[in-house]
């Protein structure tokens, strides 16, 4: 259960980190994947270099920064990895509501209410998924990224 909680914190300070971000592109991962996958290729190294690290402020990460050189290859490649997906699915989830807004107009006005974005309302979103045929390219692949399908 402590492993847990420590790799928990790892991808804690991976979701700090992944404020700004670059366009999001076709493929994003998932809070529940990005655990899994730190949690296969970064347990061991956090267990032994940063078992006594504070969970808090940074401090998994701040330790497997400061341990890089003992740390495994794959848990460097897979940590970089997961950040770059995270940003993407951030990316994506801020761009979705320019992306799909001309969607959102023609196939959802009645849904709108006014002009409040749909991913904080929910009720443009859920129309878009029901319409899902009819949605552009472009709109079902930004949903489809920001991991809202």
Same mark, same amino acid.
């Given at each position: ?44 190294? &956090?267990? #032994? ?5 504070? &969970? ?14 003992? &740390? ?14 995270? =940003?993407?699915?951030?990316?994506? =989830?801020?761009? *979705? ?21 749909? *991913? ?14 009819? *949605? ?7 949903? #489809? ?5």
């Amino acid at each position: 259960m402590h492993r847990l909680k420590l790799i928990a914190a790892a991808f804690a300070a991976l979701l700090a980190l992944a404020g700004t971000a670059p366009q999001a592109s076709a493929q994003t991962v998932g809070y529940a994947e990005a655990i899994r996958i730190l949690a296969q290729s970064c347990g061991k190294d &956090i267990q #032994t270099y940063c078992k006594n690290a504070n &969970i808090g402020n940074f401090g998994i990460q701040k330790c497997l920064q400061e341990n890089a050189s003992k &740390i495994s290859a794959q848990c460097k490649v897979d940590y970089v990895r997961v950040y770059d997906l995270l =940003q993407k699915r951030h990316a994506a =989830q801020e761009a *979705v509501t320019q992306v799909c807004n001309r969607d959102a107009q023609q196939l959802c006005s009645l849904t709108q209410g006014g002009s409040v974005g749909f *991913v904080q309302k929910g009720s443009i979103l859920k129309c878009l998924l029901k319409a899902q045929p009819s *949605v552009g390219k472009r709109c079902n692949q930004a949903i #489809t990224d920001a991991g809202y399908r």
